[in-house]
């Protein structure tokens, strides 16, 4: 079974850094670009950051640029996202998505260009309070 499966999220306070990793089971990773998406109650499903399944491709949401790092080991089958300077309004459901490279949007960042077909995370919360 192809799984994604997301872990490094919780509680955490402004201005304080969380590092999420999403690692591939059932499959090799470094066939997939991967997406991290997010997800605040009552929002739409928001693209943060893409990564190209070699690493030479990265791309991020305008919210999130200079605060967030994407990265990825494929030797681990892992994907990381690194959130530093975090705020309020990061507070989500945090996902990690991937998609086969010859079927990749390059540089998508829109949900309904993964709704069908793409390999999900259950998904991982953050929480960003004092």
């Known amino acids: 079974q192809l799984q994604l499966v997301e872990s490094g999220g919780g509680l955490v306070q402004p201005g304080g850094s969380l590092r999420l990793s999403c690692v591939a089971s059932?499959?090799?990773?470094?066939?997939?670009?991967i997406v991290w998406f997010r997800q605040a109650p009552g929002k739409e499903r928001e693209g943060v950051s893409c990564?190209?399944?070699?690493?030479?491709?990265?791309k991020y949401a305008d919210s999130v640029k200079g605060r967030f790092t994407i990265s990825r080991d494929n030797a681990k089958n892992t994907v990381y996202l690194q959130m530093n300077s975090l705020k309020p309004e990061d507070t989500a459901v945090y996902y990690c998505?991937?998609?086969?490279?010859?079927?990749?949007?390059?540089?998508?960042?829109?949900?309904?260009?993964?709704?069908?077909?793409?390999?999900w995370g259950q998904g991982i919360q953050v929480t960003v309070s004092s």
């Open positions: 059932g499959f090799t990773l470094d066939e997939y670009p």
């Open positions: 998505a991937g998609e086969r490279e010859g079927q990749w949007i390059v540089g998508s960042l829109n949900y309904n260009d993964y709704a069908y077909g793409s390999i």
């Open positions: 990564i190209s399944n070699s690493g030479g491709y990265i």
